[in-house]
Antibody, heavy 122, light 113 residues
Framework: QITLKESGPTLVKPTQTLTLTCTFS??????????VGWIRQPPGKALEWLAL???????RYSPSLKTRLTITKDTSRNQVVLTMTNMDPVDTGTYYC??????????????WGQGTLVTVSS | QSVLTQPPSVSGALGQRVTISCTGS?????????VHWYQQLPGTAPKLLIY???IRPSGVPDRFSGSKSGTSASLAVTGLQAEDEADYYC?????????????FGGGTKLTVL
C-alpha cells in the first residue's frame, strides 16, 4: 500500500525559505519508472505542478519557478525534500506530495498525500 | 489562466450524462502527449480518475471515461450520482519555449442537480 505524507511549517514569513518533507512508504525511489512529485493549490484555485524527482536522479522543475526550487531525495529514508526560496503571500496554498509512475513515454500522479497548508504572512 | 482550458462549471441531473472538455494546443495535447484526469472531492486531495487518455485505475467506476482527439480531451460521466459532485482537473505536458513542463487545466466544478 502506497502512502505519502507531507510535513513542514504551516506559517512562513515573506522572503523566508520553505522546506517541505515528503515521507513515503509502499515503494522505493530506486525502482525504475518511479518518481515523487510536488504539486500545490492556492485556496480556491487550480493545481500547479512544482517539481519532481525520478528514480534515476533526474530532477525536473516548473520553468516559472525553477530559480526558487530545489528537490532532493533520500532513498534510504524514503523521503523527498522540496525547498522554495523567497516565499511570498501568493505562495500560500496546500502543497501535495505525489507518487509518479511512468507509463510509456509519460507519467501520471497515481497516489497523493493529504496535503499540507502553508500560509505566507508576516 | 491555464494553458489547458476547462469550463469552470458543468451540471447535470442525477442519472444524466455530462462531459468536461480540456482544450490545449499543438505544443501539448496536440503534440500527442497523454492526458490524465483527477477528481477532487471537497476538502480532499485529488485522486487519479483516468490515465493515458482513457484508462481507468482499479476501483474507478466505468461510468467515467476519457477520450482525446487533436488538441482536446474529454471526460464523460454517465449515470450521474450525488457523490460525483467534485472538481475535475485534466493534466498533460508541454514542450514549449519555456522548456518541458507538466500542465494542469483550470479545473471544472461538477454540480449534480
Amino acid at each position: 500500500q502506497i502512502t505519502l505524507k507531507e510535513s513542514g511549517p504551516t506559517l512562513v514569513k515573506p522572503t523566508q525559505t520553505l522546506t517541505l518533507t515528503c515521507t513515503f512508504s509502499g515503494f522505493s525511489l530506486s525502482t525504475s519508472g518511479v518518481g515523487v512529485g510536488w504539486i500545490r493549490q492556492p485556496p480556491g484555485k487550480a493545481l500547479e505542478w512544482l517539481a519532481l524527482s525520478y528514480w534515476n536522479d533526474d530532477n525536473r522543475y516548473s520553468p516559472s519557478l525553477k530559480t526558487r526550487l530545489t528537490i532532493t531525495k533520500d532513498t534510504s529514508r524514503n523521503q523527498v525534500v522540496l525547498t522554495m526560496t523567497n516565499m511570498d503571500p501568493v505562495d500560500t496554498g496546500t502543497y501535495y506530495c505525489t507518487h509518479i509512475i511512468m507509463s510509456g513515454r509519460f507519467f501520471h500522479f497515481d497516489y497523493w498525500g493529504q496535503g499540507t497548508l502553508v500560509t505566507v504572512s508576516s | 489562466q491555464s494553458v489547458l482550458t476547462q469550463p469552470p462549471s458543468v451540471s447535470g441531473a442525477l442519472g444524466q450524462r455530462v462531459t468536461i472538455s480540456c482544450t490545449g494546443s499543438s505544443s501539448n495535447i496536440g503534440a500527442r502527449y497523454d492526458v490524465h484526469w483527477y477528481q477532487q472531492l471537497p476538502g480532499t486531495a485529488p485522486k487519479l480518475l483516468i490515465y493515458n487518455n482513457n484508462i481507468r485505475p482499479s476501483g474507478v467506476p466505468d461510468r467515467f471515461s476519457g477520450s482525446k482527439s487533436g488538441t482536446s480531451a474529454s471526460l464523460a460521466v454517465t449515470g450521474l450520482q450525488a457523490e460525483d459532485e467534485a472538481d475535475y482537473y485534466c493534466q498533460s505536458y508541454d514542450n514549449g519555449p519555456s522548456g518541458s513542463t507538466v500542465l494542469f487545466g483550470g479545473g471544472t466544478k461538477l454540480t449534480v442537480l
